[in-house]
Structures are given as structure tokens and as C-alpha cells.
């Protein structure tokens, strides 16, 4: 880790008392571990010190963003979108994680201007929907639930917009209930897309929620993995050769999300290293990928 941390220092030009910073810790602390001679918790500094180093990784990573590749899978999710736009109807898209669901729907916000699109988490109740939704249509974000979403629907009346939903399996019943409604009443279309439990909470254990998931126009699963045609589309499109596909496709596992770090992974340590990517570079950072 010394080596390592020696290392960073050196690619980015970082004094001790820098690194000491980043890490909160002395830089008497710092200079006594790279002497090798550092009396205190080595186990807790190193651990500090990894994490810091990943993190860095992981923004160096970042900065190799590739363009939307329209694979079979994403451009079937698209024309599901593209239907619950045009006809003011509510669409489903599921799927495991990893599949590209959030590129797909980011793309499409891309092309159409007048979408509202959010991506929802764990802590979203109706409320915090409807003030979200509020948000990006400028309106006061106070006053009841009934007060936000009769605002969100006179807004919303005629103007042929889309509502997109992300991650739509975090939202409670009465969330999705508010959303059908608003759906109702403005006329506007719907799209709601996450994981496949998101199909069950529509639903219902026992169908109780059938008046919810009969307004449902289509429904795209996305099932639980890529197809060999979506990883070569993905790996042709950024490496502009098909000679890796077949090793990337094994190494993936048919995850677009592990396929896109392996990527970036192989193409930075290419860069690094002033040399072309091959298959030992595609091997190693494989290996280094969390499953």
C-alpha cells in the first residue's frame, strides 16, 4: 500500500501535507508511513488511504462517458416509451439491474424536450413525488397532497407531456395511485420503470391493486440479461472493433453495468500504460471487478 499510495502522490504531483488533507490525518502521520515506520493503527490508515485511492479511480473513470448505443433490447424499450407519449397511455418497463433501463430512458428524455423525468429512492413517499413533479413544472411545492396534485393537473392538461418514472419500484402504492390519477385526469402519458418487483407492487400480492395495473397500456420486460447482440453492439460502438466481443461478452456476464466499468477500466489502464488495449489488459481489470 505504501507503493501505492507512493505512487498516487507521484502521478499527481501531491505533497505530504496534501495527501494528509485528503486523508485528515497529521502529516507527521503521512511521513512516518512512507518511511515505513508509523506507530499507530497501520490497518485503520490503509484502509483510509484505499478508499481514498479508489475514489480517485472511480473520478478518473467517470470522465470516460460512452455515447447511447441503440441495442435491440433499448430500442424495444423505446418504442414502449415513444407509444405511452404519443397515445397518453402508461407503459411498464422492467428488468434486473444492469440492463441499460436508465440509459434508455435518459435517451429518450434526450430526444423529446417536454418529458419530466425522475429518478426516485428508497425515502419517496406521495409526497415527495408530488413535490418533485411540482419542481420541474414551477408550481408552490406547498399545500396538501390533493391541493399539489389538482395544481400538477391543470398544469398538465392538454399539453401532451410525459411523465417518466425511474427506479419506479421504491414508490408506495398510494405513490403509484397518485400517479394513475394524475394520468386520468390530465390526460398525459406515463411511464414507470425499475425492477421486476415493480410489476408485483402494481399488482398487488393478492390483485388487490387491479384498477391500477389494468390502466397499464404495455408492458416491456427487459428479462434478467443482455442478449449476445446487445454486449457486441455496446463493445463495437466503443472500442470501434469487434475483436474483443466475444472475450468482453464472457466477462460481463451479460451486465451492461459491468460491461460499461470493464470498458472504461480497460481503456484507462491503456492509456496509462502508453498502449493498445488487448486481451491481457481486458483479463486483468476483470479480475479486479467486484461480482
Known amino acids: 500500500m505504501i507503493n501505492e ?5 507521484q502521478e499527481h504531483k501531491l505533497s505530504q501535507r496534501q495527501v494528509s488533507a485528503q486523508l485528515d490525518v497529521s502529516t507527521s502521520v503521512i511521513n512516518q508511513y512512507l518511511k515505513g515506520n508509523y506507530p499507530g493503527d497501520i490497518k485503520n490508515l490503509e484502509n ?3 478508499g481514498l485511492l479508489q475514489r480517485v479511480e472511480e473520478k478518473v473513470l467517470d470522465r470516460y462517458t460512452f455515447p447511447y448505443v441503440p441495442t435491440p433490447k433499448s430500442r424495444r424499450a423505446l418504442d414502449v416509451i415513444r407509444y405511452a407519449h404519443l397515445e397518453n397511455d402508461i407503459s411498464l418497463i422492467t428488468g434486473a439491474a444492469g440492463l441499460g433501463k436508465t440509459q434508455t430512458l435518459k435517451e429518450y428524455v434526450r430526444q423529446e424536450k417536454n418529458v419530466i423525468f425522475i429518478e426516485t429512492e428508497p425515502t419517496y413517499t406521495a409526497k415527495v413525488l408530488l413535490r418533485e413533479i411540482c419542481i420541474r413544472l414551477n408550481l408552490s411545492e406547498k399545500g396538501s397532497l390533493h391541493d399539489m ?3 400538477i393537473i391543470e398544469r398538465l392538461k392538454g399539453t401532451g407531456r410525459l411523465i ?3 427506479e419506479a419500484e421504491y414508490l408506495p402504492y398510494r405513490a403509484l395511485e397518485t400517479l394513475r390519477r394524475i394520468h386520468d385526469k390530465a390526460g ?3 411511464v414507470l420503470a425499475g425492477l421486476p ?4 407492487n402494481m399488482r398487488g400480492r393478492n390483485s388487490e391493486h ?3 395495473y389494468s390502466r397499464v397500456g404495455f408492458h416491456y420486460s427487459m428479462g434478467d440479461r443482455l442478449e449476445k447482440e446487445d454486449i457486441y453492439a455496446l463493445a463495437e460502438a466503443t472500442l470501434n472493433t469487434d475483436e474483443f466481443n466475444g472475450l468482453l461478452f464472457e466477462k460481463c456476464g451479460a451486465n451492461a453495468r459491468r460491461l460499461n466499468k470493464l470498458l472504461r477500466g480497460a481503456i484507462r489502464t491503456a492509456e496509462i500504460n502508453d498502449r493498445p488495449i488487448d486481451q491481457n489488459i481486458i483479463n486483468q481489470f476483470s479480475e479486479m471487478l467486484v461480482h
Not at 5 to 9: C, E
Not at 197 to 200: E, V
Open 188 to 190: 398525459v402519458g406515463l
Open 48 to 50: 483510509s488511504i484505499r
Open 197 to 200: 418487483r415493480l410489476l408485483m
Open 149 to 151: 396534485s389538482q395544481a
Open 164 to 166: 417518466i418514472i425511474d
Open 210 to 212: 387491479a384498477q391500477l
Open 5 to 9: 499510495l507512493k505512487a498516487y502522490m
